[in-house]
C-alpha cells in the first residue's frame, strides 16, 4: 500500500510520499506532437516531463503545457478545478511517483469554503482504477492501471496544523502545538485559508477562506503590463517574471521589483485586516503560523503588521507542501497505524479529521 498527501492548489499541484515529493504548475493542455525532442529537453529536467493518456485522450501537465500545448488549461475556478483538472492533474502526479502495481491512499484537502459542495465528486473522480498511458521524454509509452482504493478529503488548513501537530510516523508530534491556540494563515494562488485549532480542536467559528491569494496581486500587476505595453499577459505566465523581478515584453524589459513591492504591501495589509476582523474575538491565540507558498512571498510584510506572535517561517522547508506533508502524516495516522484511538480527542492527540462537512463549533474525531 502507497500511501500520498496530494494537494491541487489553484496555482500548484503539489504531492508527497515522504520520500519524494512533486510540484508543478496546475495547468493541463492536449498533448501535441514533438519531433525534435533532443532540442526541447535539452535543460529540462526529466520529472518535468508529465505527459499521459486518460480516457483516450493525451495529456500534457504543467511545465510541458505551458510550454508545448497549444490548447491549455488553467483555472480560477473551483468548478472547474475539480470538474476536469483535479482527475487529471492527481493522475499525472501518480503515473510519476507511484513505484508498483500496489493500491494507492490518498489523503487531499479543500478549501473551507467548498469542502462542502466537492468532496464527494472529488472522491469519486480519484476513486478507483484508473487506466493510463504514461509517456516518458524519449516517447516510450507504458501502459499501466493505477488504483486509489481510499480517498479521504479534509479541510485544506488542517493540512498545515497536522504537518505541526503530528510527527513523520503520524503520531502525535511538538507538544507546543498540542497545548496551544494556533492560528494558521495559509495563503495560495487564488484563495486565503485562516484556521485556528485550540488544543488540536478545531474552532470552526474563526475558519473561513477568503479570495485574498497572490493571485489578486497578479491581476494588478497584469493589468499594470496591459497599460504599458499593451499585452495582456496570461497570470500563469508571471510566475517566473515576478521571481525574476522583471519581464521582457515585444523585447522591451520592464523592471517589476517597486511595483511588486507596492503591490505586495497592499494584498499584505487586506490580509492582516481579514484576520484581525475574524480573529478579533481570539486574541488568546499563542501563535500564528504563516503557511503556503503566498505566505513565503507575504510574510516579511505580514509580519510587521498582524497583530501577534508570529511564528517564523522555516527557509530550508518549502511552505508550498506544508498542506501536502500534512496530509501524508495524516494518512499514515489513519492508515498505518491501525484505528485511530478512541481518545484521539483528547489534547495529545491530532485534531480533528473531519469526516462529515465542517458545520458544528468543533470537529471531532471520526465524528
Ligand atoms: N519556489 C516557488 N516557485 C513558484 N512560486 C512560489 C515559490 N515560492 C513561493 N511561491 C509563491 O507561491 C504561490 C503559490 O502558492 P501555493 O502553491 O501554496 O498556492 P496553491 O495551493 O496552488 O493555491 P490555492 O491554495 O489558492 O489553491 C505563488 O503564487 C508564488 O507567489
Ligand atoms: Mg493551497
Do not use: C
Not at 475539480?82 to 490518498?106: C, D, H, T, Y
Not at 495563503?187 to 473561513?208: C, M, P
Not at 481570539?282 to 503560523?289: G, K, L, N, S
Amino acid at each position: 500500500m502507497e500511501l500520498f498527501g496530494i494537494d491541487i492548489g489553484f496555482g500548484f499541484t503539489k504531492v508527497t510520499n515522504g520520500s519524494d515529493s512533486l510540484v508543478f504548475k496546475s495547468i493541463y493542455g492536449e498533448a501535441t506532437d514533438i519531433q525534435f525532442r533532443e532540442n526541447l529537453l535539452d535543460g529540462n529536467r526529466q520529472e518535468d516531463y508529465l505527459h499521459l493518456e486518460v480516457d483516450g485522450n493525451a495529456f500534457f501537465v504543467g511545465e510541458l503545457a505551458e510550454r508545448q500545448s497549444t490548447v491549455r488549461y488553467f483555472t480560477l475556478d473551483q468548478n472547474q478545478l475539480m470538474g476536469n483538472f483535479a482527475k487529471v492533474l492527481a493522475l499525472a502526479a501518480l503515473a510519476r511517483m507511484s513505484k508498483g502495481q500496489e493500491p494507492i491512499r490518498v489523503v487531499t484537502g479543500l478549501p473551507i469554503k467548498f469542502l462542502s459542495s466537492y468532496r464527494e465528486q472529488l472522491v469519486q473522480q480519484l476513486s478507483g482504477r484508473h487506466s493510463i498511458v504514461s509517456i516518458e521524454a524519449d516517447g516510450s509509452r507504458h501502459e499501466r492501471v493505477i488504483h486509489i482504493a481510499q480517498v479521504k478529503v479534509i479541510p485544506q488548513p488542517f493540512g498545515s496544523l497536522y504537518n505541526l501537530m503530528l510527527n513523520e510516523r503520524g503520531d502525535a508530534g511538538d507538544r507546543r502545538f498540542l497545548a496551544e491556540k494556533v492560528g494558521v494563515i495559509d495563503i495560495g494562488f487564488r484563495t486565503a485559508d485562516y484556521s485556528v485549532a485550540n488544543k488540536t480542536k478545531y474552532l470552526e467559528r474563526a475558519s473561513r477562506t477568503y479570495d485574498t491569494g497572490i493571485s489578486q496581486a497578479f491581476s494588478t500587476l497584469a493589468n499594470k503590463l496591459q497599460e504599458n505595453s499593451g499585452v495582456n499577459v496570461e497570470l500563469f505566465r508571471l510566475f517566473e517574471a515576478v521571481r525574476r523581478g522583471n519581464i521582457k515584453i515585444r523585447g522591451k524589459n520592464y523592471d517589476l521589483a517597486k511595483i511588486l513591492e507596492r503591490i505586495y504591501t497592499q494584498l499584505a495589509t487586506e490580509i492582516a485586516n481579514e484576520v484581525n476582523q475574524l480573529w478579533s474575538d481570539e486574541w488568546d491565540i499563542d501563535t500564528i503560523v504563516i503557511s503556503g507558498g503566498g505566505g513565503v512571498v507575504l510574510a516579511p510584510y505580514l509580519e510587521k503588521i498582524l497583530e501577534g506572535n508570529v511564528l517564523t517561517l522555516d527557509p530550508q522547508e518549502d511552505a508550498r507542501f506544508n498542506n501536502a506533508h500534512g496530509y501524508l502524516k495524516f494518512a499514515r495516522y489513519l492508515w498505518e497505524r491501525g484505528a485511530v484511538p478512541a481518545a484521539a480527542a483528547t489534547p495529545a492527540a491530532p485534531p480533528a479529521p473531519a469526516t462529515p462537512a465542517v458545520t458544528s463549533g468543533e470537529v471531532n474525531p471520526e465524528a
